[in-house]
Each structure stands twice: as C-alpha cells, then as structure tokens.
C-alpha cells in the first residue's frame, strides 16, 4: 500500500509541478523565461569572448564566442524538467520540514551547477570536436545529468531510511 502511495502521489506531484513549469513558460513566450536567461548569463559568464544575444519572437538565446554563433539556449536547457522529476520524488518520498528546509535549496543549487557545467562542457565538444556534439548533447550529457538527480534521490532516501540494505 505504501509503494502505491508513493507513486500516485509522485504522479500528482509530477503533472501539478509540470503543469506550474507550463504555465510558467507560457507566461514569457515568446520570449525566453528569467530562468533560461539565467542558464545562459551563468554560461556567458564563464567563457572567454562569449556574448548572448535574444532572437526576438522565438523563446530561444543565441551564444556567440568570439563573435561566432555557437549555441542556442532554449527553455529545455535550463534544467527544470529535471529538477521537477527530483522535486515530485522529494514530495513523494517525505520527509522532515528541516530536511526538506535544507534539501531542497542545496538540490536546486547542485542541479543548477551541473546543468552549467553540462552546458559549458557541451560549448567545448561542439569547439573542439563539432562531429561528436549531436551524441553528447542527446545523449551523454543528459544521461549523466539525470544520474546526478538520481544520485540525489538515492541521497535523499538513505537520509530517510533508518537501514539500508541491499537485496
């Protein structure tokens, strides 16, 4: 009965948090929402000779580097789809308020870097070896983004978990 619980009320807390993420897009298009702004001035922030620049009328950032195009940020590059999967787990997997109250700051944050770094790291495959940035940006580089959320998850239940066993 437990396990049921918890995965209805991840489901509701997935489709409520997804549903909020939606509207909160819908609300900024067609331009790009605060938190991709965000992803994108972090990212231009760490790279020597990168500018971004707006394309009115589309939700998307263009990243040049020494006055290339390189990438485009997009909503989808911001991280949040993830951190909702992580939030509807924390909310399904309860918790203390204190644990919560440290958590989910500490989560946000960690998920935030990592995104960065994934991007940035994408910056430097598509300068470097162009032919191999179709594979890490659908591939590698999200798998590795969604083991880090995982390995929050697995965090998150081992602070909750009073024995830890494996089968």
Not at 29 to 56: F, N, R
Not at 90 to 102: F, H, M, Q
């Amino acid at each position: 009965m437990a396990a049921l619980q918890f995965i209805l009320t991840f489901l509701a807390s997935y489709i409520c948090l997804q549903l909020g993420y939606t509207l909160y897009l819908q609300y900024y298009q067609p331009s790009i929402d605060p938190v991709s702004y965000y992803t994108a001035k972090a990212l231009v922030s760490l790279i020597e000779g990168a500018e971004m620049q707006e394309i009115i009328g589309k939700a998307k950032l263009q990243i040049a580097i020494n006055g290339m195009p390189t990438i485009n940020i997009l909503e989808a590059c911001n991280g949040i789809s993830i951190g909702i999967s992580v939030g509807a787990f924390l909310i399904a997997y309860r918790g203390t308020l204190k644990a919560y109250l440290w958590v989910v700051p500490s989560s946000i944050i960690a998920l935030f870097a990592a995104n960065i770094f994934r991007i940035f790291s994408l910056v430097m495959v598509k300068q470097q070896a162009p032919s191999y940035f179709p594979f890490f940006h659908e591939y590698l580089f999200p798998a590795a983004l969604y083991l880090f959320a995982f390995a929050i998850m697995v965090a998150w239940v081992k602070l909750h978990t009073k024995s830890y066993h494996i089968v």
